[in-house]
């Protein structure tokens, strides 16, 4: 690996800055960071998820340019169980809810690549005890260093010159104005990894610029004087001074140098902007280089091996030894499953062909992408892109292409990449899946499937005290296994009629349970009846580490609990289902996973949603919510049952009543529901949508290449099932006619012949603001109405007006005022607050009607009036910033009020899209702006500066503001032992990485300033004279 390239690490996103082609559609580790001495790789995760925090400016992967323009070599899809943590950072698609889906889990249990506990976390925790070594605390380093000088800026500039990096420093002057030291700089630091990724790439063109300026004068100098080395321990904090040379020789060179190196005002500008946002010097440990060194030449020979036609596939499948090193020590994975050793040595995945392949839970498919992955990250140089269950990133796996707006989305994605690029490679994997040979012709894609599991399913069936085992080869599909044995008392009957207590008991605490119950609150009440019913023994069981959770639990409520919690923690049970906001989520699967509790009551969502298997799986009744049970749902629940490398067995139990009985046996016995195109019946999220985005883009302007594309659909491929009276021809024409009919697109007409004529279109304003905004084009003109209306009287003594503007359409229809406190928060507000009610056509006399059941004769807009009550739960919670008092008011769970505000942040983002894009709405730009900071922190004002640093919530936030770190120039200049000290409960890592995150935003804030000044320098294309002038050249 050539020195550059070790040094651009995964989270690096640089504007306009020209990418390598995309080599596979993945989120997951690369090169750097299975690169032994790596110190960064938290801090460059949590960089990644400041990224994504930054709600404006997100746009769904189906519409985005960049995914079609890159040229993707490798698209793999679906994956492994959900990261909780990274559904708590992910921004939340607006309007969807608590629809949560996912792909099952792989071959370690509860490992998860992408958690803050992952394998690559651990290799980070196992370096830092590398580096603390006393063998790796001493080094020297050479610097050489250059000063620079312009009429312009008159602040010297130092530029250090170490391996491939190069480091902008300010000399005392500057220092000295900021009034901050910078950080000093530790022996045996590899502080390599402290330089944020978008800090490398800045050190990495700088030294490019540099190099040949530099060369005469490098050739003159003594690098073996002893004034021009500086041993690390001396190292003053921000500053390298150079002994003046007074010899005659070396003042021509310097002016010479100093000729050479005269920039243009914007570099120096450039420079000046980063002063502040300046990073360590860069120091090497030798061993350091020695690893390197070895990796690369690993890697090297790994590239040669999967370039060349043999069969010897390197030290790991194509992969550096170091790779397998670190799997068998940090998750004991010595040797791979047979399958999967098959299938990454199939001919098609070799030949880069695409492939579907297809297991039951818990085979150890996301081992395999992980593989795939880094083959081609480590080997082929090429990025890669993941598509994650929709909770995560986009919600889809690849049997879910045939469920709603989530499969039409995903199909959408899938086609226009095969559409533009030959070259991509699908790689798609899935539990689920039976008419796999369309999805085979869709794909392109050759299929391999097994049924391996690592751990042993026995399927259960409960009727009264009986317990009966499937077997497919019995003449009723199931034969007798046992009774159940346990003494109820008549109160307990009465409770638990369901026998759930003898069920679990027989597993906890000593292994861990779930039980799938039909609804949230038949969760509640499950976890607190069996809590009610356990003898105090269980009480005992890890009490400290219980307490722990509970301790946990206030702290991240300010304060508050749950009481339902409160009772059954202690008893090592919980609930767990979306009511839950996500840190409390979080916090509780991170309990169940180290065993800190051992039972969930959850519904059906964890089953697709995070990876949390366990010993039994108890189904509470065939049903979700009301209706009843599918195949793909009943398989995708009984899979978490069994934990590969714990438990040798995996048990789940259905339990059903006799009315039930001949239901369930079909159930059990019918093969897998097919998969289906959506693409047609979510007719504005998706064939509309998918139009609006091929002309948008240029994909596909005119009616035949459109045509020719829809055929390369899934829903293409299954047009003779899923059309029975017009033709896909007649259904491309009608949705170009009513996009066309909303203004969204304009039709020109072009004739080729007298006898031939082509329809080409091209998207209108309105049209791309839609696309742009990526706003449902079933909200479009709705969205354009209520923003035009606006602006005859917006209403901006308050927030209440804008909040309206950017609450979500397809939320209000889950609203459900309760009037009495619709009425109550109404009578609170401001008389400029009640006129905003006013002007939307919702008064107090209608609210004090519906509170107190008297008939309505005016007719309201429902609604109106529903989206205004969101409003006021969205205004009160900007205005309290507290989730459980909002909560509380208007009697709301927690996590629908945290799905309500995530929704909201998104929209407002989408709507600041859509203004940006027409000139009318020019007023609502930088008010939105604002508005989706606000809406995303959810936090004072004076905080959110403090926010935008990855790390950092709202409670960290207000320990740094009144420590007196209140902007980023203040935390990217602090001193990580300061802060140590002055912040309460802060780690040495977590403060570099608060440091590196807050460096790292400065440097980001300058590249924009740096490119409007490269923006007002540049010659403008229609100068007067500059085509005569070029013309007299010519």
């Known amino acids: 690996m050539d020195e550059g390239g070790s040094r651009i690490r995964r989270r690096v996103s640089l504007p306009k800055r020209n990418r390598p082609s995309l080599g596979c559609i993945f989120v997951a580790p690369t090169a750097a960071e299975l690169e032994p001495g790596d110190e960064g790789k938290e801090e460059e995760e949590m960089v990644a998820e400041n990224r994504r925090r930054k709600t404006a400016g997100v746009l769904p992967v ?59 976390a651990q290799v980070d925790d196992l370096e830092q005890k590398y580096m603390q070594l006393p063998e790796h605390k001493k080094h020297a380093t050479d610097f050489a260093t250059e000063n620079l000088y312009s009429e312009s800026i008159k602040n010297k500039l130092s530029i250090t010159t170490i391996g491939n990096l190069t480091e902008l420093q300010t000399d005392k002057h500057t220092e000295n104005q900021s009034g901050y030291e910078g950080v000093t700089v530790e022996p045996g630091a590899d502080l390599l990894y402290d330089v944020p990724s978008s800090q490398a790439i800045y050190f990495e063109n700088l030294q490019k610029s540099s190099n040949d300026l530099g060369n005469c004068s490098m050739k003159e100098r003594d690098w073996k004087s002893s004034s021009h080395n500086t041993v690390n321990e001396e190292l003053p904090h921000n500053c390298i001074e150079q002994p003046q040379q007074n010899d005659e020789a070396s003042s021509k060179v310097r002016i010479s140098s100093d000729m050479n190196r005269r920039k243009s005002i914007k570099d120096h500008l450039k420079s000046a902007m980063t002063g502040n946002a300046k990073a360590q010097t860069p120091v090497f440990s030798r061993s350091k280089q020695l690893k390197d ?30 790779v397998r090193d670190l799997y068998a020590q940090f998750k004991g994975i010595e040797k791979l499953y047979e399958w999967q050793h098959t299938c990454l040595t199939l001919n098609s995945v070799q030949e880069g062909k695409n492939l579907i392949y297809s297991l039951p839970t818990s085979g150890g498919k996301t081992l395999v992408a992980e593989i795939l992955m880094l083959q081609e990250l480590l080997c082929c140089r090429k990025d890669v892109l993941m598509i994650l269950p929709y909770v995560a990133i986009v919600q889809e796996k690849l049997h879910m292409i045939g469920e709603g707006s989530r499969g039409a989305t995903l199909e959408m994605t899938l086609a226009k990449i095969l559409y533009t690029s030959r ?17 085979q012709k869709f794909l392109q894609a050759e299929y391999y499937t097994s049924q391996f599991r690592p751990v042993e399913l026995k399927e259960y069936l409960k009727i009264n005290d009986t317990i009966y085992e499937i077997d497919s080869k019995a003449e009723n599909g199931m034969t007798f296994s046992r009774l159940l044995n346990y003494k109820y008392s008549d109160t307990l009957k009465k409770m638990d009629p369901d026998h759930l207590v003898a069920l679990v008991t027989e597993v906890i605490p000593n292994y861990s349970c779930l039980v799938f119950c039909p609804s949230k609150k038949n969760c509640e009440n499950v976890a607190e009846m069996i809590c009610k019913f356990l003898s105090k023994e269980y009480l005992k069981h ?21 009481p339902v919690l409160k009772r059954t923690i202690p008893f090592g049970v919980a609930y767990h289902h979306s009511g839950l906001t996500s840190d409390e989520r979080k916090l509780l699967e991170e309990a169940y996973s180290t065993g800190v509790l051992c039972l969930f009551t959850c519904t059906s969502t964890l089953a697709a949603g995070v990876n949390l298997p366990a010993r039994r799986v108890i189904l509470r009744a065939p049903y979700v919510a009301k209706e009843f049970l599918k195949r793909n749902q009943y398989k995708q629940m009984i899979g978490r049952a069994g934990r590969a490398g714990i438990d040798t067995i995996g048990e789940s139990i259905l339990i059903l009543q006799e009315k039930d009985k001949q239901q369930v046996l079909e159930l059990i016995t019918r093969p897998l529901e097919n998969c ?9 999220k998706g064939i509309q949508t998918l139009f609006l985005s091929l002309i948008g883009l240029k994909i596909a302007t005119n009616l035949d290449d459109i045509y020719h594309f829809m055929n390369g659909t899934f829903f293409g491929v299954q047009q003779k099932i899923l059309l029975k009276e017009k033709s896909l021809w007649e259904i491309t024409v009608e949705s170009l006619r009513y996009l066309t009919e909303k203004g969204l697109l304009q039709k020109d007409t072009i004739c080729k ?59 209000v229809s889950q609203s459900n005022p309760d009037w009495m406190i619709y009425f109550r928060q109404f009578s609170q507000l401001s008389p400029a607050e009640q006129n905003v009610a006013a002007i939307l056509g919702v008064s107090e006399s209608f609210l004090g009607k519906k509170a107190s059941g008297q008939a309505i004769r005016k007719k309201v807009d429902k609604d109106v009036v529903n989206r205004l009550y969101l409003s006021f739960v969205l205004y009160t919670l900007l205005k309290e910033t507290n989730i459980w008092t909002v909560s509380e008011k208007f009697n709301m769970p927690r996590g629908y009020i945290q799905n309500l505000l995530t929704g909201a942040a998104s929209f407002s983002s989408c709507v600041l899209h859509f203004c940006e894009e027409l000139e009318e709405f020019w007023v609502y730009r930088a008010l939105l702006v604002e508005l989706t900071k606000k809406l995303t922190y959810c936090v004072k004002a004076e905080l959110i500066p403090l926010m935008e640093v990855t790390g950092v919530l709202e409670g960290r936030a207000r320990q740094l503001y009144s420590a007196g770190y209140k902007s980023l120039m203040h935390l990217a200049n602090a001193n990580p032992e300061v802060l140590i000290k002055t912040i309460d409960h802060l780690s040495r890592r977590q403060a570099k990485q608060i440091i590196a995150s807050a460096k790292m935003l400065l440097h980001e804030k300058a590249e924009a300033l740096q490119e409007e000044v490269e923006e007002l320098l540049r010659l403008p294309s229609d100068f007067p004279g500059a085509v005569a002038s070029s013309t007299d050249k010519a």
């Open 753 to 811: 012949s007298e006898e031939e004529i082509q329809y080409n279109f091209h998207i209108t304003k309105l049209g791309r603001a839609s696309f742009k905004g990526t706003i449902d084009l079933a909200y479009c003109d709705i969205l354009y109405r209520d923003l035009k209306k606006g602006l005859e009287g917006l209403v901006l003594e308050s927030l209440l007006h804008l909040i309206y503007l950017t609450t979500p359409y397809d939320l």
């Open 676 to 684: 289906y195109s959506h693409l047609v019946q979510e007719f504005t």
């Open 423 to 439: 070259t991509t490679q699908i790689i798609g994997m899935s539990a689920t899946l039976n008419n796999v040979e369309d999805l």
């Open 542 to 562: 890890k009490e400290k580490e219980k307490c722990e959770v509970i301790k946990n639990l206030k702290n991240i409520g300010n304060g508050n609990l749950c």
């Open 293 to 322: 060194t070895l990796l690369s030449e690993e890697i090297n020979v790994a590239k040669k091996t999967i370039e060349s036609s043999s069969n010897d596939l390197g030290p790991f499948y194509s992969l550096p030894s170091k």
């Open 62 to 120: 189906e519409v985005q340019p960049l995914l079609l323009s890159d040229s993707p070599e490798c698209l793999v899809l679906g994956g492994g169980d959900t990261n909780p943590d990274l559904l708590r950072r992910m921004p939340t698609d607006r309007g969807v809810g608590d629809q949560h889906n996912d792909s099952e889990e792989d071959m370690f249990g509860d490992y998860d690549s992408f958690t803050e506990n992952s394998f690559i």
